[in-house]
Each structure stands twice: as C-alpha cells, then as structure tokens.
Nanobody, 124 residues
Framework: VQLQASGGGLVQPGGSLRLSCAVS????????MGWFRQAPGKEREFVVA????????AYTDSVKGRFTVSRENAKNTIYLQMNSLKPEDTAVYYC??????????????????WGQGTQVTVSS
C-alpha cells in the first residue's frame, strides 16, 4: 500500500485548503484511514479517522466544525477539507492507512502505512 498526500500550501487565516491522499495497492474501503498532523517541536497529533466501513470518528477538538473528512472510492482517495484555518493549524499533515479492522484508529501506532506528509502553513 502506498499513500500520496497533496494539497498543502500557504494560506491566510480564515482561508481553506483541501488535502488529498491517493492510495494505491488496496481499495480504501478495505482500509482504516487516518489524518494526523505534526507542528514544529510537537508530537504527532490525531486529527480524524475514517474506518473501512465509512464511519467517521470524532474530530480532535481543535478542528471540530472546521475540518471535514471524506473519501471517493472511485478515485481511491481520501480528503480533508479544512476551512476557517488558523495559525495554530500550521503543521505537516500526514495520511495513514491500515488493513486491520479492530484497532484503535486514534493511535498512530495502529497504522502501518504512511504518506510522505504535506506542509500546511497558515500565516498572514
């Protein structure tokens, strides 16, 4: 399984970005998928996950109401729509995948496959 994340960039506060994670090697509806982020000097943080069934976990509190995860099975791609971006959203964003179904999808240790990360910078 290979993951290719894209869509990051520089955006002003209040702006929007949509991250994409294209998956190859396995259908995404056979995988648990997660989005994580890591800001400079901080640990990797869980953002949201979508289970193989399509069910979505709770979003981390700091992004609730602003971020939305979705997937497009035909393109084998998962998305993270990020609206009302804040400077504290600045981080490298990673998508992750795993084929095991009964795992704690909030934990980075539950994912065996990772994308390369895409930088999101929110600044005026």
């Amino acid at each position: 399984v290979q993951l290719q994340a894209s869509g990051g960039g520089l955006v002003q506060p209040g702006g929007s970005l949509r991250l994409s994670c294209a998956v190859s090697g396995r259908p995404i509806d056979n995988l648990n998928m997660g989005w994580f982020r890591q800001a400079p000097g901080k640990e990797r943080e869980f953002v949201v996950a979508m289970r193989w069934s399509g069910s979505i976990t709770a979003y981390t509190d700091s992004v609730k109401g602003r971020f939305t995860v979705s997937r497009e099975n035909a393109k084998n791609t998962i998305y993270l729509q990020m609206n009302s971006l804040k400077p504290e959203d600045t981080a490298v964003y990673y998508c992750a995948a795993d084929s095991r179904r009964s795992v704690a999808v909030y934990s980075a240790q539950s994912y065996g496959y990772w994308g390369q990360g895409t930088q999101v910078t929110v600044s005026s």
